[in-house]
């Protein structure tokens, strides 16, 4: 069965600082990786997606992703984090016949003035 | 626009008080999908569905039910809810055409308080 883990429930980070959001999934195939942004009180917003090829992709609002299949790897980046940037931000993988989306915990994240 | 519709956006109820909880989307997706959210939990699959007719459970189905009789409409129904379904509820859309059936897009939410 797929999974994802989050290790990092809250990060505390100061604005213009680097941002750095770790996520491990467990997949037998070949794996659909998501990055979701969650705002207080919205609903679910998609950041960035990984299906194949370039294992550096690029999402909204400046973050980047990279995959690492030696690592069961998907880790969350932006060089340089702004106050909106805080929200709750889920990993998830999809896969198998029912198109499941499997999402980790979350990770919060603040950003200090 | 292209979007998942949810109603209502916010509902307070009593145990036992049957409710329907409807979801729509515009886009001609053969996928849907129903996700509860609780704090510390992330998101759980409730039921989905992959085409008319076509539904079958998730990871944490007690207590639903859902119907799929037209393509666009999702809804989820409670018919007897419980404190414990107290959550934040999400539907999911999602085309079925090679990659693009992985990428699912959601609703604004529905929070649900069951007293």
């Known amino acids: 069965a797929q999974s994802v883990t989050q290790p990092d429930i809250h990060i505390t980070v100061s604005e213009g600082a680097s941002l750095e959001l770790r996520c491990n999934y467990s997949?037998?195939?070949?794996?659909?990786l998501f990055w979701y942004v969650q705002s207080p009180g919205q609903g679910l917003q998609l950041l960035l997606k990984y299906f194949s090829g370039d294992t550096l992709v690029q999402g909204i609002k400046g973050f980047e992703a990279e995959f690492k299949r030696s690592q069961s790897s998907f880790n969350l980046r932006k060089p340089s984090v702004h106050w909106s940037d805080a929200a709750e931000y889920f990993c998830a993988v999809v896969g198998g016949s029912n198109y499941k989306l499997t999402f980790g915990k979350g990770t919060l994240l603040t950003v200090n003035p | 626009e292209a979007q998942v519709t949810q109603n209502p956006r916010y509902l307070i109820t009593v145990t036992g008080k049957k409710l329907t909880v409807t979801c729509s989307q515009n886009?001609?997706?053969?996928?849907m999908s129903w996700y509860r959210q609780d704090p510390g939990l992330g998101l759980r699959q409730i039921y989905y569905?992959?085409?008319?007719?076509?539904?079958d459970k998730g990871d944490v189905p007690e207590g639903y039910k859902v119907s799929r009789k037209e393509k666009r409409n999702f809804p989820l129904i409670l018919e007897s809810p419980s404190p414990n379904q107290t959550s934040l509820y999400f539907c999911?859309?999602?085309?079925?055409?090679?990659?693009?059936?992985?990428?699912?897009?959601f609703g604004p939410g529905t929070r649900l308080t069951v007293t």
């Open positions: 999911a859309s999602s085309p079925s055409s090679g990659d693009l059936t992985y990428e699912q897009y």
């Open positions: 569905s992959m085409n008319v007719e076509v539904t």
């Open positions: 997949y037998g195939a070949t794996p659909y």
């Open positions: 886009m001609n997706h053969e996928y």
